[in-house]
T-cell receptor, first 112, second 111 residues
């Protein structure tokens, strides 16, 4: 039972490059989320998807796009990476009725 | 606006000493609060939620609506408790909900 799986685990990008972070969950959860974690800032919500076919902006959406490909998968895209996007990115999923998130293991992204 | 405040960035205690990690919140509705723990370079894990009133790994937390607090406590700290701890507030939304996280407190248990 994998839970929430994120790929890749590590990535180094040059400024201006693009990439997509992948996230998949096998718990049949309706809602999925992308957070970034920065020292001294805690976790901040980038985008979320309440259910398949819907996406909404969170607290810090600028510079990112998302796709809810199906119920299992929710990807995060950086179209033109900037050094300010150096961070650890966490995907999570939840079932609204039960509460609580299940997190992936994170993607450590460095933009140089 | 919803806000979660964890006033301590770092808390150091000796093994066997009591631990209290502070969390205060601001929320106009009926709050639902959680504590998450992140061990070194691992994923965040749910530690406990206030509605279940459970005790996990010896930790407990009581919601105090008068003081708008949800402090995490443990009577005797263990070295394996060293980790980052995040308090989170649930915000309901249409068909979903979001968690607002505090900035976290790093607990260091000194042997």
């Amino acid at each position: 039972n994998a839970g929430v799986t994120q790929t890749p685990k590590f990535q180094v990008l040059k400024t201006g490059q693009s990439m997509t972070l992948q996230c998949a969950q096998d718990m049949n959860h309706n809602s999925m989320y992308w957070y970034r974690q920065d020292p001294g800032m805690g976790l901040r919500l980038i985008y979320y998807s309440a259910s398949e076919g819907t996406t909404d902006k969170g607290e810090v959406p600028n510079g990112y796009n998302v796709s809810r490909l199906n119920k299992r998968e929710f990807s995060l895209r950086l179209e033109s990476a900037a050094p300010s996007q150096t961070s650890v990115y966490f995907c999570a999923s939840s079932e609204a009725r039960l509460g609580g998130y299940t997190f992936g293991s994170g993607t450590r992204l460095t933009v140089v | 606006a919803q806000r979660v405040t964890q006033p301590e960035k770092l808390l150091s205690v000796f093994k066997g000493a009591p631990v209290e990690l502070k969390c205060n919140y601001s929320y106009s509705g009926s709050p639902e609060l959680f504590w998450y723990v992140q061990y070194s370079r691992q994923r965040l894990q749910l530690l406990l939620r206030h509605i279940s009133r459970e005790s996990i790994k010896g930790f407990t937390a009581d919601l105090n609506k008068g003081e708008t607090s949800f402090h995490l406590k443990k009577p005797f700290a263990q070295e394996e408790d060293s980790a980052m701890y995040y308090c989170a507030l649930k915000r309901p939304g249409a068909g979903s909900y979001q968690l607002t996280f505090g900035k976290g407190t790093k607990l260091s248990v000194i042997p």
